[in-house]
Nanobody, 116 residues
Framework: QVQLVESGGGLVQPGGSLRLSCVVS????????MGWYRQAPGKERELIAT???????NYDNSVKGRFTISRDNAKNTVSLQMNSLKPEDTAVYYC??????????WGQGTQVTVSS
């Protein structure tokens, strides 16, 4: 059974930084495509960053230049470094996995709040 466990959320002031991590178990991680989504109150869940099994990355325009997604296949971990945070980045952040059979899995989510 695939499990994704996120950590690293919290409260930060505008302009600050946070680093989210997602540890994956039960999957052949190095073959999986990974992504981070977020969902703000009253809004739909949106895709903000992806990293493929080969390490190619892509970002939504709203986070490009501020957020960096990375993966460590030795530790079955995908991370999201978030810099220059804004109040509009406040959301629950979810780790996502898509395996080679196109099966999806989600983490439980971690709250990020950007406020002074």
């Amino acid at each position: 059974q695939v499990q994704l466990v996120e950590s690293g959320g919290g409260l930060v002031q505008p302009g600050g930084s946070l680093r989210l991590s997602c540890v994956v178990s039960g999957s052949r991680f190095r073959f999986d495509h990974m992504g981070w989504y977020r969902q703000a109150p009253g809004k739909e869940r949106e895709l903000i960053a992806t990293v493929t099994a080969l390490g190619s990355t892509n970002y939504d325009n709203s986070v490009k230049g501020r957020f960096t997604i990375s993966r460590d296949n030795a530790k079955n971990t995908v991370s999201l470094q978030m810099n220059s945070l804004k109040p509009e980045d406040t959301a629950v952040y979810y780790c996502n996995l898509v395996d080679r059979d196109n099966k999806w899995a989600w983490g439980q989510g971690t709250q990020v709040t950007v406020s002074s």
